[in-house]
């Protein structure tokens, strides 16, 4: 570790702490060592936060307290995750029907964050967490999941990631501060032409910047850039990946290009870091001190390990608004095997998350499908979002809006969406707007939310068609 790493993480951190209330640093020092425990260490304390959990529920979360009296059931029967399946399992559509009934009578609005998200099969969804579950513990993991490709806090870092709205001034203050004790670059995705990925690689050198964070497709074309100019002035130690999955073309072309393996991360916006891949770049690792991770089959019934099935979380740490056996919409398995590395925390394999193309432009610009904004709808009525490329001058966005949404509210929508993906696709792409009943899923269940013919087109034949 060097100098500066001590400084940002024992002295730095501690004063964002301070000024955030929060205990990052505290949480980040706990996973730190718990990650080594033994399974049945880390089972032990799982099933003692999830009982906290669980009680909470029944007395102060109206759905939990109705359902557990109707059904009979007191916190004393929840000892351990597999007690769980004693309650409903909640899709994000639930989420949106029950929201008021989920939140805690007991927590504060003023002590509360509000969160959106696309969600992995593109559903907005508004949700409330705390800045404790956000802040200290999502934080904390995510940092802890960056070390294992050897980046310490206080390493330079460049970000490839979209736009961040971070709401009040006091909240973009905190994060810029945050940022800056990091030494972690943000650098937007919305515009990956050529010379926008010169422009990134020769901030990446001038900086001596070793490790790189940021979505697979966004790396990928990074790589493929960087390989194209005959290398990087710059070695790379590590890079972490993303918010959607890694496709093997991806990791490989990654791996040529910067000389190290790119370890993926699994996390939403609801929960954060749910399981991050180790430096052996095997499974998942479970961060079981934080969640409870079940696998269903179609029937909601738990599956046996090395079995593929629905992946639902329980966030341990969100008192303000529980997520108790939530569906993700994502596809995995629980892995007997144990890993090499010594980490006593369980594995997640076969993951299947979200899919999205990248986009081209007809001015040749590059923009990976994950970036496109949707969280902005989430408590408009929109119960589905879906983008198609047929050509490269047309777009076309697909709404399956609620019940409840009249007819001059569509058109309000329809040309709220226009607007801001016109923004970012820019005038020479036509945006086609359009209503929907449904939107037909994929044979294993997910929905693609941003296609791309013409990327397709180009794989095939190398040029972009017309």
């Not at 792409?429 to 899923?441: F, G, K, L």
Request: charged content about 20%; aromatic content about 8%; hydrophobic content about 40%.
């Amino acid at each position: 570790m060097g100098a500066y790493n001590w400084v940002s993480l024992r002295l730095l951190a501690p004063l964002v702490d301070t000024v955030r209330h929060t205990s990052t640093v505290a949480s980040y020092d706990e996973l730190q060592q718990s990650q080594w425990w033994p399974i049945e260490r880390l089972q032990e304390l799982q099933s003692r936060r999830l009982h906290a959990l669980v009680r909470h529920c029944y007395e102060y979360v109206p759905f939990y307290r109705s359902y557990m009296r109707d059904a009979g059931l007191h916190p004393n029967q929840f000892m351990c995750a597999e007690d769980l399946r004693k309650l409903p399992v909640l899709t994000r559509s639930d989420v949106r029907r029950l929201a008021s009934e989920l939140r805690s009578t007991v927590v504060p609005g003023r002590r509360t964050l509000v969160g959106r998200t696309g969600g992995s099969t593109g559903e907005p969804l508004r949700f409330i967490t705390t800045p404790y579950d956000l802040r200290s513990r999502g934080f904390a993991r995510s940092l802890r999941a960056q070390g294992w490709c050897g980046y310490r806090l206080g390493d330079r870092s460049v970000l490839l990631v979209d736009r961040r709205e971070w709401g009040s001034r006091w909240r973009r203050f905190a994060g810029s501060l945050s940022w800056k004790v990091q030494r972690t670059y943000r650098r937007e995705v919305y515009d990956l032409s050529e010379i926008h990925l010169g422009e990134v690689c020769q901030f990446i050198e001038s900086h001596h910047v070793p490790y790189l964070l940021g979505f697979p497709s966004a790396l990928y074309l990074l790589a493929l850039h960087v390989l194209s100019r005959g290398g990087l002035q710059q070695q790379i130690k590590g890079i972490i990946v993303g918010g959607e999955p890694l496709y093997h073309v991806q990791r490989e072309a990654i791996r040529s290009a910067f000389g190290v393996v790119p370890l993926s991360k699994y996390s939403s916006n609801e929960v954060l870091d749910i399981a991050s891949q180790c430096e052996q770049a095997n499974g998942f690792h479970v961060a079981v001190e934080d969640v409870v991770i079940e696998v269903l089959d179609e029937t909601g019934v738990p599956v046996p390990p090395d079995t593929t099935g629905r992946v639902v979380v329980t966030n341990l740490h969100n008192y303000a608004m529980p997520f108790v056996r939530y569906d993700l919409g994502d596809i995995g398995c629980l892995s007997r095997a144990s890993c090499i590395c010594g980490r006593g925390l369980p594995l997640l394999e076969n993951l299947e998350g979200r899919r999205s193309d990248i986009l081209l432009t007809p001015d040749g610009r590059k923009i990976p499908g994950i970036v496109l904004p949707w969280s902005f709808l989430a408590g408009l009525g929109v119960q589905q979002i879906q983008v198609c490329q047929p050509r490269v001058d047309v777009v076309e966005v697909r709404l399956v809006l609620d019940s409840s949404v009249g007819e001059q509210s569509s058109d309000s929508l329809v040309s709220l969406v226009r607007s801001r993906y016109a923004t970012i696709l820019g005038g020479l792409v036509s945006i086609e707007v359009r209503v929907v009943p449904a939107i037909a899923a994929s044979p294993s269940g997910k929905r693609a939310v941003v296609m791309s013919d013409v990327t397709k087109e180009v794989g095939r034949h190398g040029r972009t068609p017309t």
